[in-house]
């Protein structure tokens, strides 16, 4: 393109760019969700393959800021158009991202939650499934963070025998949409599970500790970890809030 015709339609080579980074930006993002959905991407490489749509939109919004500031007054609509449908999809994908990621933002960067901080329930099949060995054991500073901001999320006393309370339990648990039992111990008081997300299919691991409490009842005691990620945008503390609910 020579330069007078660079001249004479100016934005042209701006809005181009705004065109194609803008829909690349959800492709991107549509992606990540995709491929990590399908189990053709790790969980969490998809999710940060779905947050990298965040600045590729960003650069396709300033491409369309300039491309529009150089076919203003009607010198070259078509570059003026072409920056307008790239900075529309640019900022519909931001949009959903930040929909998707922003509801996690004010909760703590810690991803193993448990009703008990100073004795949590351990792990026995998710230990003997973890790759490569190490233990699995309950970051000890995740404890003050999380009861911050968990205060809640307490052991669950049941009025009834840890026979019984076993069984009401694992009712309950199976009763949560996408979760599955994958090993329990009446005899140990202990009840494992796995919960896989939807889109990106994470996958959290989850035990419950059944002891008789002081009183006659049962004592539950509920931890739920992830596996990936350093934060889980407060999915771990609400899904044993959910648990507890039910079982109140």
Do not use: C
Request: proline fraction near 6%; charge should be positive.
């Amino acid at each position: 393109m020579s330069a007078q015709t660079s001249a004479a339609r100016p934005g042209r080579t701006l809005s181009t760019l705004a065109l194609f980074t803008g829909l690349a930006a959800p492709a991107l993002a549509a992606g990540g969700a995709f491929l990590a959905h399908n189990g053709a991407l790790p969980s969490y490489a998809g999710f940060r393959l779905f947050l990298l749509g965040i600045p590729l939109a960003a650069v396709a919004l300033l491409f369309g800021m300039f491309a529009s500031f150089r076919g203003r007054g009607g010198r070259n609509r078509a570059a003026v158009w072409k920056a307008a449908l790239g900075s529309t999809a640019a900022a519909l994908t931001i949009a959903a991202v930040v929909g998707v990621a922003a509801p996690g933002a004010g909760y703590p960067l810690i991803n193993d939650i448990t009703t008990d901080t100073e004795d949590p329930p351990r792990f026995v099949a998710a230990q003997r499934a973890r790759p490569g060995g190490g233990d699995i054991a309950y970051p000890p500073g995740f404890a003050e963070q999380q009861k911050r901001a968990y205060p809640g999320v307490v052991p669950r006393i049941m009025a009834i025998p840890p026979e019984k309370a076993f069984d009401r339990v694992r009712e309950a648990l199976e009763s949560m949409q996408n979760i599955r039992v994958v090993d329990a111990s009446k005899s140990e008081g202990r009840i494992e599970a796995v919960a896989v997300s939807r889109v990106f299919r994470f996958t959290d691991d989850i035990v419950i500790r059944i002891r008789p409490s002081s009183d006659g009842g049962s004592r539950v005691d509920i931890r739920s970890r992830s596996r990936d990620g350093k934060g889980d945008l407060g999915v771990n503390a609400q899904r044993i809030d959910n648990l507890l609910t039910i079982l109140r």
